[in-house]
């Protein structure tokens, strides 16, 4: 799960971290209220799900609470990579002598969370990784221990040379590192890392992302969820249990597991179609979560044909016929649809698609096929 | 032969009374699994079913009952605790079928286990079942006849799929391995080829992969170096975008790392057949195996 920056700083500071202050605003008028508090020279920053911010004019300084009010109702509606903004952060400007990078993974190869500091910060870490991977350090943490103190100090001196400012940093990295992991984190990120002209070290950014497999045990986290910030059909899908991106093709795909679903979409593209989406029904599904699913689908204007790829496991072939019966009852169909089952109960859902009008495919192959065909019209 | 599981499996079902656990323990015992024990703190002293008897510890049920191998069952906040008590319960094979458990976790679990000479599988997976002798996890049995393929894959479903064409085409199966779609897993691709190379019954491997992570180009690299056996593979996730989980928590292209077709070249490279469809998994099998 994505968090904003407004909310990655405030479990930062919560930790120690030394961040500037600085508030969340919804309207111009609370920006330009921020900037009249702070009485200096702001930054008005979108508080988006998106990176690239500020190449997209999303992060921008304003000198007066006019300029504030201005520069916000600019930033606030705007779309970055598709997502609308409804919040900005407004907080004073910092003067910066240097920039440095400072983040947590969960490392798949080591199975550990790594750290990656890098005294060339402020920009693309991947870059840096790619162009100049010497300026780039990272340790591997044991989770049993955690960051060790000689670790953080480590760091802190690859980072600068000033034994005051190595020493503020590191107690930066074990403060993150706690956030990191009390948070059930995946990322944890400080970009930039800065010392200003006084010889402080803080933090300007946050960025933070959540596991969520840890939401369930942990409710305060999923209370930061901002549904307003995420596509309305991902989160449709989500409270119905299901797992929906949508993509820009128009052959609507419903499967039962994730791999299969993959290989589906890819299958659609081998026809020559494209995808409208990934959609997994999940493993014991019942009829609700196959209605749930066709209306997720079925909104999406851009879907000419659906498809659905069933391989019964846990899954019942039945459930998933009832489901489409029952969806197609409540609201007819406007696009055509194209039933792939097979696997537990397969006889009995077949009688029920077909005492109700439909016809079932038992290859995924002929199936996709005949879905892309539907989409685009190539034969009817 | 297989590998992993075979007529010697004697299984513990942690989880034994829940939803999960009870359906599958039943699917197994069907299938003719030894499932000598059950696990659910409280339940001690019961008896699932009238025969299988429950225990309150992991360490009860493989006292009385020499199991060596264990199934878990249990809710995502609790599994990893059910895989340490299993590890420390001297248990050789621990299979996880829990999907949801929190990374971090893992990253505690996996030394854990490793420390304890365990072997893990899993979480997030469907099991393994070599085909005739013993079925661990929730892998339909129906799909599966025994013969001289091996089996490795990342996903459930997906694979269903490709056993089911690979029986009806009359290439069965010696054990077919799901390792499942988290970041952090226990045995991986190499353990599976590996085990598969040494296995005598295994004439050839098919191994089944996803975007996300550098299991599969290691795993090349391995077939490559390594193996005499032909392998033949399939990537799942060609037309997904980056920076998005594709349903499995390790099926995510991160940056420009983790693309489907990073693997496939890997897998060419290392002279294996690559499927472009699930289906031609068969033909290019049926050309390596006599």
Redesign the interface.
Known sequence: MNIHEYQAKEIFRSHGIPIPPGGVATTPAEAEGLARRYASTVVVKAQVHAGGRGKAGGVKLAKTPEETREIASKILGMQIKGLTVHKVLVTPAAEIATEAYVGII?D??S???VFMVSPAGGIDI?EVAAKTPDKIMRLPVD??YGLLPFQALQMGLFLYADIKQARAAAKIMQQLYAAF?AS???LAEINPLVTTPTGDVVALDAKMVL????L??RPELALLRDETAEDPAEVRAREAGL?F?K?DGNVGCV?????????T??????YGGE?AN?L?IG??SNPEKVVAALEIITSDPHVRSILFNI?G???RTDDVANGIVTATQASPLKVPIVIRL???NEEVAVKILQQHGFSAMTG??AAVQRAVELATGART | MSIFIDNATRLIVQGITGRDGSFHAKQMIEYGTKVVAGVTPGKGGQRFENTVPIFNTVADAVRETKANTTVIYVPPPFAADAMMEAADAGLALIVCITEGVPVLDMTRVYPYVQARGARLIGPNCPGLISPGASKVGIIPGRICAPGPIGLVSRSGTLTYEVVYHLTRAGLGQTTCVGIGGDPINGTNFIDCLDAFERDAATKAVVMIGEIGGTDEQEAARFVKEKMKKPVVGFIAGQTAPPGRRMGHAGAIISGSAGTAAEKIAAFEDAGMGVAKRPIEVVDLLKKRVR
């Open positions: 969960v798949r190869a199975k550990r969370p991947e989770p049993v992991w059930g984190a995946s596991d969520d497999n840890e369930d045990r797992t991106i993509l499967v039962n597991g994730a791999g299969l679903a993959m290989a979409m890819d299958l659609v593209k081998y995808p990934f997994d493993g014991s391989f496991g846990i899954t097979t696997g537990t995924m192959d």
